[in-house]
Structure formats: structure tokens, C-alpha cells
């Protein structure tokens, strides 16, 4: 990413109406912006929608933006909500929340198959590969209000205030949703690692 | 002093290994925290499981914009009035 000098450089070429200024600022964060629509939404055709949606507010309001130092929340901001707006259920929507109680065993003895490091398995590996599926899948099928803190904090490494910054919800909110994100997915990997003949019906 | 496997300290535990792992806790806090799990083998791999399931997060291939689509943006982005 730019060094905010670099941004705050670009955004006064916006504002002054520079040729070719804002196609250099699509150039800096499209990729990124639709890497982010893409782990939200699981399609291709919604992450290009969210793209388009997150560059056209851009256009229409990049030349108001005071502050260089807000750009990147600004514009995480209108991406997530273009998430968040495209509501209808898609195949991976779930269809309902896993209690905390499902998420934590009781005791030591249900804590499930160990997850590996998968800094210990070779990236050619077909059991590295087939955990990676189930992660991107099991992102999907978090409730989109979890998944959205999860890409902010875990994909997009955003801070605990820059995702609060970004979604209006308090510290509190941010850190718990985060938490119970990261637990549904490890109850996931865990599923995808029992052996088959162990599986609970 | 309270038995090694306490549900209940175990439980309350489990609720901020986020925050431990992410280094959001106050010292005092993360003191108590190591100290459990010093003596406490299912919360040391419950903590192992959940800091592995992050590292997952962080292997997943990076997507990139297929050309099409490039393609497409660009053409949309053409339609775009001209600033003044």
C-alpha cells in the first residue's frame, strides 16, 4: 500500500482535477478492493459489483475527503457496506448461528482432532490445499456480520480501531465478533479434520 | 488455591484468547493468563488451536482480478462523466 504522503499527494491531484489522477487511484486499490468483495461475497460477479460500487462513491466523493490520513478506512467503509447490501442468500449463506456453547467444549476431552501448523505442511501438499478450501469455504459461511470483522481484522490486517473506525460498532463489539468468528472456523477445520468414521451425526 | 482444570477460570479463559493472541490484554491480565495455561494442558491446546486456525487465515492464495473483468471495470469506468 502507498505511504499516506503518497495518498495525501494523489487525493490533492483528485481534488484539483488532475487527468489521469483518479485512474491512478483506481490502479492502486482495485486489486484490493475486489480481493476484499471477492472473500465477502464468494462470487466473482459481486466482488466486481462491490468494486464498482466502492470506486463510483469514490469518484463522486474523493474530492470532499479532508483527511489523506481517513482514505483507507473511507474507503473499507463503502466496500463493506456494498458487502453487507448484497443480501440476498447466496449458497454459501448459513442458515443459522452456532452458540458459543457448540463453540467451546465443556471438557478437556471434546476438544477436538489438534489443528496443524500449516507452516509444518509443504505448499504443494494436498492436505495443506484441502484445509485451505475449507478455510475460504467456512469464511463464506460465517454470518456476514462476523465474516465482515474477520476480513477487516485477520484478511485485510486492519487494526481493532481501524475496524471500529470502520464499522461505527464499539472495541467491545469488534474484539468479541473477531473472537467468535475465529472459533466458528476452528470448530470447522476441526470437522474437516475428525476421520470420517468419527463424525457425529 | 483454585484446581488446575477449574470449568469456570478455563471458561473465562477461552473468552479472551483472541485478545492474548492479538496482544490487546493488559500485563496484569496476560500475566494470569500464562499462568493458567502453565498449568492447564487443554487450554495451552485449545490456545494452539485457535493461534493455528489464524495462521490458516493468513496462507489463503491472493485473488486476483481475472482479465475479463479488468476488462469489464474498465469499460463501466469509461462511462463515467468527464469532471468539468
Known amino acids: 500500500m502507498p505511504a499516506p504522503s503518497e495518498e495525501a499527494a494523489l487525493l490533492e491531484r483528485i481534488r484539483r482535477d488532475e487527468p489521469g489522477a483518479f485512474e491512478e487511484f483506481v490502479g492502486r486499490w482495485q486489486d484490493r478492493i475486489y480481493a476484499f468483495g471477492l472473500r465477502m461475497c464468494g462470487e466473482r460477479e459481486d466482488a466486481l459489483d462491490v468494486l464498482q460500487e466502492t470506486l463510483l462513491a469514490a469518484y ?6 479532508e483527511n489523506p490520513e481517513a482514505l483507507k478506512a473511507w474507503v473499507f467503509r463503502v466496500a463493506a457496506n456494498a458487502c453487507l447490501m448484497k443480501r440476498r442468500k447466496g449458497k454459501y449463506e448459513p442458515e443459522g448461528e452456532l452458540s458459543l456453547e457448540e463453540l467451546v467444549p465443556r471438557e478437556a476431552e ?19 490445499r484441502r484445509l485451505q478450501e475449507t478455510v475460504r469455504r467456512a469464511i463464506l459461511e460465517l454470518p456476514p456480520q462476523y465474516r465482515i470483522v474477520l476480513a477487516l481484522r485477520d484478511l485485510e490486517e486492519l487494526s481493532t480501531r481501524e475496524t471500529v473506525e470502520i464499522l461505527g460498532l464499539e472495541p467491545s463489539a469488534v474484539k468479541m465478533r473477531l473472537h467468535r468468528a475465529r472459533l466458528m472456523l476452528r470448530k470447522k477445520l476441526q470437522d474437516a479434520l475428525r476421520p470420517a468414521t468419527g463424525q457425529r451425526p | 488455591m483454585k484446581p488446575t482444570h477449574d470449568p469456570e477460570t478455563c471458561r473465562a479463559l477461552v473468552e479472551r484468547l483472541s485478545e492474548y493472541l492479538d496482544e490487546e490484554l493488559p500485563p496484569d491480565l496476560c500475566a494470569r493468563i500464562e499462568s493458567h495455561l502453565d498449568d492447564c494442558p487443554p487450554c495451552r491446546a485449545f490456545l494452539e488451536s485457535l493461534r493455528n486456525t489464524v495462521r490458516w487465515l493468513d496462507t489463503l492464495p491472493s485473488e486476483t482480478m481475472p482479465e475479463e473483468l479488468r476488462r469489464e ?12
Open chain 1, 60 to 65: 463522486r466523493s474523493l474530492k470532499t475527503l
Open chain 1, 110 to 128: 471434546a476438544l477436538g482432532p489438534p489443528i496443524p501448523d500449516p507452516g509444518a505442511l509443504p505448499e504443494e501438499d494436498v492436505a495443506r
Open chain 2, 73 to 84: 471495470l474498465s469499460r463501466r469506468l469509461r462511462k463515467l462523466p468527464h469532471a468539468d
